[in-house]
């Protein structure tokens, strides 16, 4: 698992407009390896007396080798993401489902959102465990939205964020 500014991915995706997305780096590295991987810098930031959330980001090399390149123990981006997935899809949820995080997207009214939300069958559903889930939507401040898009493959997340992109159009 990894996280990825503005850009293209490995196999030549664009992503223009999400500044920041959760991704599944490749096939050559299976998600649980990456986040036992994780688990042992965690562990060991904790010998050393660190508390709380901790933050790592990694690159896969186009080896498929996972290079640790920063952590952080501090509340970061990805927590709202890994928290609201463990809620609704239980522990370990990255190794059976893929999830995206979309920032700084124009939003329209909250309300309307949702109803298009629902209109489309975008709206997440606990029985499918898929779908598009509002975190924010500050239309008076900063005119700017969050979501979460959560489904259980790399491309039916893609599919998701498509038909969310196409109904901010």
């Known amino acids: 698992i990894g996280l990825e500014h503005e850009g293209w991915t490995k196999d030549g995706d664009k ?53 640790f390149n920063e952590s952080n123990v501090r509340w970061g981006g990805g927590t709202s993401m890994h928290t609201v997935g463990e809620r609704l899809l239980g522990p370990g949820f990255a190794n059976r489902y893929a999830i995206s995080l979309v920032r700084d997207v124009k939003c329209l009214p909250r309300a309307e959102t949702i109803r298009l939300l629902a209109e489309c069958g975008l709206e997440f559903s606990s029985g499918s465990k898929e779908g598009v889930i509002v975190l924010a939507c500050d239309e008076h401040a900063s005119g700017a939205m969050e979501y979460l898009v959560i489904g259980p493959s790399r491309i039916r997340l893609r599919e998701l964020e498509t038909a969310m992109r196409s109904v901010r159009a």
């Not at 959760?22 to 998600?31: G, I, N, S, T, V």
């Open 15 to 67: 992503i223009g407009g999400v500044p920041m997305r959760m991704f599944y780096a490749d096939d050559q590295l299976e998600p649980h390896v990456a986040l036992k991987e994780m688990e042992r810098l965690v562990t060991l930031a904790a010998r050393i007396g660190c508390r709380g959330h901790i933050n790592i980001d990694a690159i896969v090399t186009t080896d498929g080798e996972l290079l």
